[in-house]
């Protein structure tokens, strides 16, 4: 090969290590770009010929290639800002670019981009956008069922609607009721002193010139808002009057009253509940009230089905349940109504207060009801071959024909308030170029002895 192979090998080592040095530069200057995925530097040696074996052969050039590092896990770093996410193993997130705004909406690309740059954040139009201006992608959910809408991938909107108002359906009630209540109108030796002043108030509803007297021979039973069908809400009040003392079956036996918000009568009577001698829950009646009002199909509870007027708001129907043996009678010294709980299903109309993202990797929007809605679930992409895929700017890939087909149904974990730093160490990066700088400099004097040579062969002849 000779002095002008060596200054061949010297020149393509320069450019290798120029290549090298490229890759370094580019490195160091992202290594705080979020999701960042370095690239290393590989070298490969090119044989000369001369001979088939390697006496006869002599060391020949060297070319550079950048080597990927997408399987190499950046740092993850705690955010505070909700729509933050990294992830934890293989994937990356699905995305596209903005194509045109036409009549005011933004079109969309028709080609996908993958990246692990989770700094997303909702723009004025609803769209989670990161910072390489890369719109989020994923699958709508149903809000009733939480089941994706369909199997192809969408660009995520984040729709501002406020959802409708629930009106309540059923009121899970708790609680258990002393053997003696401990009542305004109780002397503290005869229990029948304890009882609901039926003579005054009658054995239904309580008229309001009666209820104070009411209020004397009766203990609360806690309340709980509810909510009609257009959301707006009304105040239920529950208390309890034992309505007999006398053995064997009727020493057990209450009635239950809801408030009517003012009206008259003040209070309507739900229905009677005995009470067998181990504070078990028994037989249910239904009141002779205004209220239609029967126990329901499970004789667990009461189902109002005529209407519940509260001050001026109506409920069509409302059914209280006492499933599990979550109402009781036993012994209490105090006299009162505890363990009270009171739940019920229905909701006003909300308005969206903020956007998180779950450990499912699904987007869930809270609501100013104290309501939360899964809106999207956010798929990872995975590649058979992901080294070959072809990098974007924006920290972004593109698939190829050897890196494969996406894989949407595989991948790590999403973590959210989180993101992924640049897997690009600037130690390292400075480790590689003091070593690459003295490779450059040991090849360019590789050239400067074999010009020395030629001079020297050149001079031969003069």
């Known amino acids: 090969m000779g002095i002008y192979g060596a200054i061949n090998s010297a020149v393509s080592g320069l450019a290798a290590q120029a290549t090298a ?16 995925k370095r690239l290393d530097t590989t070298f490969s040696d090119l044989v000369s010929g001369g001979g088939s074996v390697q006496a006869d052969q002599v060391s020949g050039t060297t070319y550079s290639t950048s080597r990927a590092t997408n399987t190499v896990q950046g740092d993850i770093s705690a955010n505070d800002v909700d729509t933050y996410m990294a992830i934890n193993g293989e994937g990356y997130f699905v995305v596209t670019s903005a194509g045109d705004v036409v009549d005011g909406q933004t079109t969309f690309a028709d080609t996908n981009y993958y ?26 959910l149903d809000p009733d069922t939480g089941n994706a809408v369909g199997d192809a991938t969408g660009v995520i909107q984040i729709d501002d609607q406020p959802i409708a108002a629930e009106a309540t359906s059923e009121i899970e ?24 002043n039926t003579a005054t108030v009658g054995t239904d509803d309580v008229a309001d010139a009666n209820d104070q007297a009411f209020l004397d021979s009766s203990i609360s039973g806690g309340s709980v808002t509810i909510y009609n069908d257009n959301g707006t809400a009304l105040n239920v009040e529950v208390r309890w009057g034992k309505t007999a003392n006398a053995p064997p079956a009727a020493n057990n036996t209450w009635s239950m009253f809801l408030s009517s918000g003012g009206n008259d009568p003040a209070w309507l009577e739900v ?11 028994g037989t249910l009646t239904a009141g002779d009230g205004s209220l239609t009002s029967v126990p329901n199909g499970t004789s667990d509870g009461f189902e109002i089905t005529g209407g519940l007027t509260i001050g001026d708001v109506t409920i069509d129907s ?35 207060v903020g956007v998180s993202i779950d450990e499912s990797g699904r987007i869930v929007a809270s609501y100013s009801n104290s309501q939360t809605r899964s809106l999207y679930e956010i798929p990872l992409a995975t590649f058979d071959a992901e080294q070959a895929l072809e990098r974007v700017n924006g920290a972004a890939f593109a698939a190829t024909p050897t890196s494969g087909e996406p894989d949407l149904t595989r991948g790590g974990s999403i973590i959210s308030n989180a993101l992924e730093l640049s897997n690009a160490d600037i130690a390292s990066e400075f480790s590689k170029l003091i070593v690459t700088q003295q490779a450059y400099s040991a090849n360019s004097k590789i050239v400067t002895s074999a010009d020395e040579m030629l001079d020297s062969a050149l001079n031969m002849v003069r």
């Open 21 to 36: 040095l490229e890759n370094i530069s580019g490195n160091v200057a992202n290594s705080q770009t979020t999701g960042y």
């Open 115 to 140: 990246t692990r740059a989770g700094d997303f954040e909702i723009d004025e139009d609803g769209y989670m956008v990161n910072s390489s201006g890369y719109y989020l992608m994923g699958y709508e």
């Open 173 to 196: 009630y708790q609680a258990n009721l002393p053997t003696v209540p401990q009542t305004e109108d109780y002397d503290g030796s005869d229990p029948t002193t304890a009882l609901l």
């Open 271 to 281: 229905g009677n509940v005995n009470f067998d001698t181990a504070g078990d829950m």
């Open 318 to 352: 409302v059914n209280i349940s006492f499933s599990n043996g979550s109402l009781t009678q036993y012994s209490d010294p105090n006299g009162v109504a505890t363990s009270v709980t009171l739940d019920q299903d229905g909701y006003a109309a909300g308005e969206i």
